[in-house]
């Protein structure tokens, strides 16, 4: 694994051809709030497991099996953070299968802080107009997700 290599984030695109806005935030500079929100809500055990967590894959299954459908995901947010920028949106075994690899050696290779910011700035937050939001630092310019800046986020916002 020491020899596993992945290139950072991109936060830029030269150009913006990508029709996609970003603002890279340091992980220090989101509010404790954002970030525990997202935790509790997206991945509980982020700093307990290794990127990938067996425990919430198999409760996932169980969850869509007795449901007949997909209704809960199992992935962590490293194995999120693995498909938003090195795979496609395919549904397939294979591409799962790349994804829990992916996300393993992001957790060998980066600090969870480094895997929290990443994912900050990379989740994909919808579109405005037609450009695609990426990323908490973005979103807090556009009012129609949070209404006011990243910074004076609250619970009552």
Same mark, same amino acid.
């Given at each position: ?5 992945? =290139? @950072? ?16 935030? @340091?992980?220090? #500079?989101? @509010?404790?709030?954002? #970030? ?10 982020? $700093? =307990? ?5 067996? &425990?919430?894959? *198999? ?5 869509? +099996? ?16 693995? #498909? ?11 591409? #799962?299968?790349?994804?829990?690899? +992916?996300? *393993?050696?992001?957790? $060998? ?9 990443? $994912?900050?700035? =990379?989740?994909? *937050? ?15 310019? *556009?009012? &129609?997700?949070?209404?006011? @800046? ?8």
């Amino acid at each position: 694994m020491n020899n596993a290599r992945l =290139e @950072p984030v991109q936060i830029a695109r030269i150009g913006n051809d990508s029709k996609q806005d970003r603002e890279f935030v @340091p992980l220090d #500079k989101f @509010p404790a709030m954002l #970030k525990d929100t997202l935790l509790v809500v997206e991945d509980r055990n982020f $700093y =307990e497991h290794h990127g990938v967590s067996v &425990f919430s894959i *198999l409760r996932a299954l169980y969850t869509n +099996i007795r449901a007949g459908r997909t209704v809960q995901g199992g992935s962590t947010l490293t194995q999120q953070l693995a #498909k938003n920028i090195y795979l496609t949106r395919e549904r397939s075994l294979l591409r #799962k299968i790349s994804e829990a690899f +992916i996300a *393993l050696i992001l957790d $060998y290779r980066y600090s969870k802080d480094q895997i929290l910011e990443a $994912y900050l700035n =990379e989740v994909s *937050l919808g579109q405005s107009y037609n450009q695609g939001v990426h990323g908490m630092g973005w979103a807090g310019r *556009l009012s &129609f997700i949070f209404q006011n @800046p990243l910074m004076s986020l609250n619970t009552t916002k």
